[in-house]
Each structure stands twice: as structure tokens, then as C-alpha cells.
């Protein structure tokens, strides 16, 4: 079982509609989560970091943890087309970040 | 803003040159990592450092070494490059302890002919 799991997409939504990304980890004592967004042929750029159960909000963004199902979602709210890249998924795991492969995300107008 | 720079964007060698990719970061973190980042097999941890002088072996660290002088520079070198170490190489870096948070350079792109 790999450590971060996420969906490789494509995940397709219409312009104006919710997106939701999701991630599973198997490492019951990570305690702190994040998510990166990655352009095509550019580098990862947080977006999101989440360390207590519950939600998370930033603008359209809203990070959710469960720690006892051992997964973290991000919602993007109003997407737009500017939104589809990738989104990376990553876990603390003692010193050093697991990321997951990342779900393609594609808004379309 | 956190701000961490690598020396070229695409670099192109030959089989068994000797490369040398720099990092540098000026928000005065303590951590320094490089990635690369291969399409299907995501990020892969190669080498971090939590201090000058200290180094620690990622995932990956065959076929690569580190150096680290200064705070705020952390060099990957590949000791005699090979076709398969063609990859997009990414360094990053963050405060020590706590939130962890790593900030990522723009990355370089290694083409190994």
C-alpha cells in the first residue's frame, strides 16, 4: 500500500461548479497535511496546510481532515479555468514529506 | 515571501559528466531538500539537510551526492550523470521543527545525453 493515495484524474468539472480532490494515508500518526498545486512544467506551490480535525478555509479553498478515517480532501469552490493543474497531496512522516502523485484537475468552460 | 532559486532551468549533459545543481533559499531556513520528480513516480526525496555541514540520505540517493556550506545553499551534484537521471530536479526548504511547511524553487529540468 503506498503511503499517500490519490486519484491520478482526470477530474473534470465545469467552470463554477465544486471540485473535490481527495487523499488516503496509511501512517495513523502523521499530524500535519498539505496540499500543493503544480502547473504543467512548473513546480509544486502550497496552497493549503491543515494539522487539526475539522475544516480548513482560505478563500475558495477548504482543506478537510479526518484523522480517524486517515484521509484529507480539498474542496475548490467557484473552480475556474485558471484551477486545473495538478494537485498534490502530502503527508509528515517524522522528518521528511510523503506526497502522493497528484489528481489532474481540469475546469472547462 | 519565501523565496528559493535554482541555478539553471534546463541544463543539458553528456553521459558521465560531473553536474552541479544549486539551490538558494533567503528566508534563513534551517532545511534544504531536493526532489526529482519523474512522471507516474511522483516526488522522490534524493537528499535533505537540517543544518550546515549535516546531510541525510533521501529515497533515492544513489548516484547523487550533497553539499552544504552555507545556510542558504544546498548543491546536488551528480557524480557521473547517466541517461537515467533525467528528471526534473526540485530543491525546497522550510523552518525547522513545528509546521513544516516546504517552499519549492522553480525547478530544473536535466536532460543526460
Given at each position: 500500500q503506498k503511503e499517500v493515495e490519490q486519484n491520478s484524474g482526470p477530474l473534470s468539472v465545469p467552470e463554477g461548479a465544486i471540485a473535490s480532490l481527495n487523499c488516503t494515508y496509511s501512517d495513523r500518526v502523521s499530524q500535519s497535511f498539505f496540499w500543493y498545486r503544480q502547473y504543467s512544467g512548473k513546480s509544486p506551490e502550497l496552497i493549503m496546510s491543515i494539522y487539526s480535525n475539522g475544516d480548513k478555509e482560505d478563500g475558495r479553498f477548504t482543506a478537510q481532515l479526518n484523522k480517524a478515517s486517515q484521509y484529507v480532501s480539498l474542496l475548490i469552490r467557484d473552480s475556474q479555468p485558471s484551477d486545473s493543474a495538478t494537485y498534490l497531496c502530502a503527508v509528515l512522516n517524522t522528518d521528511k514529506l510523503i506526497f502522493g502523485t497528484g489528481t489532474r484537475l481540469q475546469v472547462f468552460p | 515571501d519565501v523565496k528559493v532559486t535554482q541555478s539553471s532551468r534546463y541544463l543539458v549533459k553528456r553521459t558521465g559528466e560531473k553536474v552541479f545543481l544549486e539551490c538558494v533559499q533567503d528566508?534563513?531556513?534551517?532545511n534544504m531538500f531536493w526532489y526529482r520528480q519523474d512522471p507516474g513516480l511522483g516526488l522522490r526525496l534524493i537528499y535533505f539537510s537540517y543544518d550546515v555541514k549535516m546531510k541525510e540520505k533521501g529515497d533515492i540517493p544513489e548516484g547523487y551526492s550533497v553539499s552544504r556550506e552555507k545556510k542558504e545553499r544546498f548543491s546536488l551534484i551528480l557524480e557521473s550523470a547517466s541517461t537515467n537521471q533525467t528528471s526534473m530536479y526540485l530543491c525546497a526548504s522550510s523552518l525547522a521543527g513545528g509546521r513544516y511547511e516546504q517552499y519549492f524553487g522553480p525547478g530544473t529540468r536535466l536532460t543526460v545525453t
Open positions: - | 528566508m534563513d531556513h534551517e
